[in-house]
T-cell receptor
């Protein structure tokens, strides 16, 4: 089955700086890589995702890069703001029978953006 | 769209009591997932359903845990009897035709 490793577990940056969170996965069949943001007292919310047929995807200040050969993908947040402070999770699918993949999550990264 | 709706938001119970968590997925979604979140183990998948049928329950920790999905708009996760180590946040999530997974706000369970 899929195993997802996420680093770092905590990250503190100054407002305006960039933040990078990295994940590795084990299942070479994985083809979809989402990132979730979880604010205190709320459920994880999808912020960006990438499919395996592209190497990079951007959405305003957020970007995700994928290296299928090395089986790792990263979340990049530029011009960080205090409201970016949250826990971020990466995930990858583990495919069972019937082509109905279940998402396996990394351990999470607590991002703190200092004003 | 109201999103995934979970109830209750908070549940405090005593060890040995039965606990039932409820979930209403997003209308039209055909896959439903139950996750448990703890500091030590992060987000763990307990069980998921596809078209109301349980597909993979390998994450269910013990026989004390059971889940049902009697129809496309409702699912329950039951713990009987509950134990203090079951204390966690339990999330329900649903997915439609694509890959995007949408989470509810969770149920914070405390077993004393």
């Amino acid at each position: 089955g899929e195993n997802v490793e996420q680093h770092p577990s905590t990250l503190s940056v100054q407002e305006g700086d960039s933040a990078v969170i990295k994940c590795t996965y084990s299942d070479s069949a994985s083809n979809y890589f989402p990132w979730y943001k979880q604010e205190l007292g709320k459920g994880p919310q999808l912020i960006i995702d990438i499919r395996s047929n592209v190497g990079e995807k951007k959405d305003q200040r957020i970007a995700v890069t994928l290296n299928k050969t090395a089986k790792h993908f990263s979340l990049h947040i530029t011009e960080t703001q205090p409201e970016d402070s949250a826990v971020y999770f990466c995930a990858a699918p583990s495919w069972g029978s019937g082509n109905t993949g279940k998402l396996i999550f990394g351990q999470g990264t607590t991002l703190q953006v200092k004003p | 769209d109201a999103g995934v709706i979970q109830s209750p938001r908070h549940e405090v119970t005593e060890m040995g009591q039965e606990v039932t968590l409820r979930c209403k997925p997003i209308s039209g979604h055909n896959s439903l997932f139950w996750y448990r979140q703890t500091m030590m183990r992060g987000l763990e998948l307990l069980i998921y359903f596809n078209n109301n049928v349980p597909i993979d329950d390998s994450g269910m920790p013990e026989d004390r845990f059971s889940a049902k999905m009697p129809n496309a708009s409702f699912s329950t996760l039951k713990i009987q009897p509950s134990e203090p180590r079951d204390s966690a946040v339990y999330f329900c999530a649903s997915r439609g035709a694509g890959e995007k997974l949408f989470f509810g706000s969770g149920t914070q369970l405390s077993v004393l």
